[in-house]
C-alpha cells in the first residue's frame, strides 16, 4: 500500500487537491500496480515562513514572491 506524503503551501484548493489526488493515485496503480483503494495519501499545508529553498525562506525570496501573494490571496 503507496503511503503518500505531499507539502504544499497553504492556499490550495479543495478542487486542486483532488485533481493531484486524482493524477497520483492513477499512475501508483499505473506504475506500482497498486489497488486504487490502498493508495493513501495526505496533505500538510505548510507557510511561506517555515519552508527555505536554497538558504532563504519562501516568505523572503523574491524569485517565489508571485506565487506565495496568489496562494495568499485565495487564502
Same mark, same amino acid.
Given at each position: 500500500?503507496p503511503?503518500?506524503t $505531499?507539502?504544499? /503551501? @497553504?492556499?490550495r !484548493?479543495? +478542487?486542486?487537491r @483532488?485533481?493531484?489526488?486524482?493524477a497520483?493515485?492513477?499512475?501508483? $496503480?499505473?506504475? /506500482?500496480g497498486a #489497488?486504487?483503494?490502498? $493508495? #493513501?495519501m495526505v496533505f500538510? +499545508?505548510? !507557510?511561506?515562513?517555515i519552508? &527555505?529553498?536554497?538558504?532563504v525562506? %519562501?516568505s +523572503?525570496?523574491?524569485? #517565489? &514572491?508571485?506565487?506565495?501573494?496568489s /496562494? %495568499?490571496?485565495d487564502?
Open positions: 500500500m503511503n503518500i $505531499v507539502e504544499l /503551501l @497553504r492556499g !484548493t479543495v +478542487e486542486q @483532488r485533481d493531484f489526488a486524482k497520483v493515485a492513477d499512475h501508483a $496503480v499505473a506504475i /506500482l #489497488r486504487r483503494q490502498d $493508495v #493513501r500538510s +499545508e505548510i !507557510t511561506p515562513d519552508v &527555505a529553498n536554497g538558504g525562506l %519562501a +523572503e525570496d523574491d524569485s #517565489r &514572491a508571485g506565487v506565495v501573494a /496562494l %495568499a490571496d487564502a
